[in-house]
């Protein structure tokens, strides 16, 4: 990767979520520009525009859910890095996204030094 700092996209319907984690990147000084998305479709456009360095997924949106949106971003680059937002009842899905391509997930309510260590180290993978 170039020596820029890496560009996120937040894939998320709740606002406050974003916010949460748009704070958890910047805290930790892990993006020079973050993007949001309210929805699936939303985040699979803002993808293609911006070709972000890393995308934190939720599964549970309006329009397109998280799975949706996964598979499609990773037909337009099967080398996305894409981490997963979940909660912890949802392990089936999150089994299921990984197969799809996802390279890790956290899980809500977010442990705040765990979301950093995961998005750095997916950050880090070829």
């Known amino acids: 990767m170039s ?8 894939v ?5 979520m974003r916010t949460l984690l748009k704070d958890i990147v910047k805290k ?3 993006a020079g520009e973050i993007l949001e998305a309210g929805d699936g479709v939303e985040g699979v456009k803002a ?37 997963m937002v979940t909660s912890v009842e949802q392990k089936d899905i999150v089994q299921d996204a990984m197969r799809l391509g996802a390279r890790d997930y956290v899980v809500k309510p ?3 030094s765990a979301v950093p260590l995961v998005l750095n180290k997916v950050l880090r993978q070829r």
């Open 28 to 30: 930790n000084g892990l």
């Open 47 to 83: 993808y293609q525009q911006h070709k972000p360095d890393l995308v934190t997924m939720d599964v549970n949106m309006p329009r397109a859910d998280g799975i949706q949106a996964l598979r499609a971003i990773m037909k337009i680059n099967p080398a996305a890095k894409i981490v």
């Open 3 to 10: 020596s820029r700092a890496p560009k996120f996209l937040i």
């Open 110 to 112: 977010f442990d705040r």
């Open 12 to 16: 998320d319907d709740a606002s406050f």
